[in-house]
């Protein structure tokens, strides 16, 4: 990697938790206006957060691209919930802490509308990041600072998940915890201290369903763009296809499906034919184990290859 960062430590965090804001005093109007600000310097380093992006994840740039407009939209979004909290009198108190755990596989719009929602509700906040999407999440933090988030109300921590279990496994240091991930860590933490302000966004299977009626070439264009899109590495990705028995009898539905999918180009992001580039890390066990072994009742309709290592994948 082209760059260093240093973790932070558990005294960082008992720092971070225990200072005090002027965020707190600042008006919403103040609020909305920083937002809003935040929202252009987003914009302005839409190229260095794509570039950071594809870098450090190996994300395509046009998927990138999409994170960066989302977080943009997150920005104007969270300003004007501001307004519409004040139109609707509705009263909430500007205190307290929340923390972001944000995941790498969607490194720009997840941590930004974590960490703006929080900062748009008059609290301070906390943006622990995935460590594989550490260079991408800093460069999101410099565009809050940059816009005027004062560094006392967003705090950039990136760190190992165990520095945070001393300010996790009981009571509620946070008035939240904003996760996206995986099922396990959200069960982890609820059975660690179930009374957890936890509010979670985790995997799980994404079933598409096609039907006869189906236009059939469209739900294979949608079919593929889901199932290998981002390299498969989101919770949204079609990872279960349930065609109704027509569909499911049909040799030509099948043979283009599988056409589609043999002719997607993988390989290099910084070859921008390609429409699918490599997996941030090395399958975990479970992944492996559903590449390399089929059940009884199973059987491969694509078999997958592994491609060797390609020039400019991270």
């Not at 430590?9 to 909305?32: F, L, M």
């Not at 870098?55 to 407009?69: F, R």
């Not at 519409?84 to 719009?109: C, M, R």
């Not at 030509?252 to 890390?281: C, E, H, Y």
């Amino acid at each position: 990697m082209p760059w260093e960062y240093e973790l932070a430590t558990e005294q960082d965090y008992k720092n971070a938790i225990q200072n005090s804001s002027s965020w707190y005093t600042i008006t919403p109007d103040q609020r909305y206006r920083l937002l809003k600000e935040v929202a252009k310097h987003i914009a302005e380093k839409r190229a260095d957060l794509i570039g950071m992006a594809v870098s450090e994840l190996g994300k395509l740039p046009k998927e990138v691209d999409i994170e960066v407009s989302e977080a943009i939209d997150f920005a104007n979004y969270y300003a004007e919930s501001i307004y519409d909290l004040k139109k609707e009198n509705i009263e909430y108190d500007s205190s307290g802490i929340n923390l972001v755990l944000s995941p790498w596989n969607f490194p720009v719009a997840i941590p930004t509308g974590g960490v703006l929602a929080s900062l748009a509700a008059g609290k301070r906040v906390i943006l622990k990041p995935s460590q594989n999407a550490a260079g991408t999440a800093y460069l999101i933090s410099t565009c809050l600072w940059d816009a005027g988030i004062p560094k006392d109300a967003f705090y950039f921590l990136p760190s190992e998940e165990k520095t945070l279990d001393s300010f996790l496994s009981s009571g509620n240091i946070f008035d939240a915890v904003i996760l996206t991930g995986g099922n396990e860590t959200a069960q982890f933490l609820l059975q660690r201290n179930p009374y957890l302000n936890l509010y979670a966004e985790t995997g799980g299977k994404n079933a598409t369903i096609v039907t006869a009626l189906a236009d059939k070439e469209q739900a294979i264009a949608n079919v593929v763009n889901s199932a290998f899109g981002n390299s498969g590495q989101k919770c949204s990705a079609t990872s279960l296809l349930i065609l109704e028995k027509e569909v499911y009898e049909d040799e030509t539905f099948r043979k283009q499906l599988l056409d589609a999918i043999q002719t997607l180009k993988v390989g290099s992001v910084w070859n921008f034919s390609n429409k699918m580039g490599p997996l941030i890390r090395e399958p975990l066990e479970n992944l492996r184990r559903g590449l390399e072994t089929l059940e009884d009742d199973e059987s491969w309709a694509l078999p997958p290859i592994l491609f060797p290592e390609v020039d400019g994948l991270p």
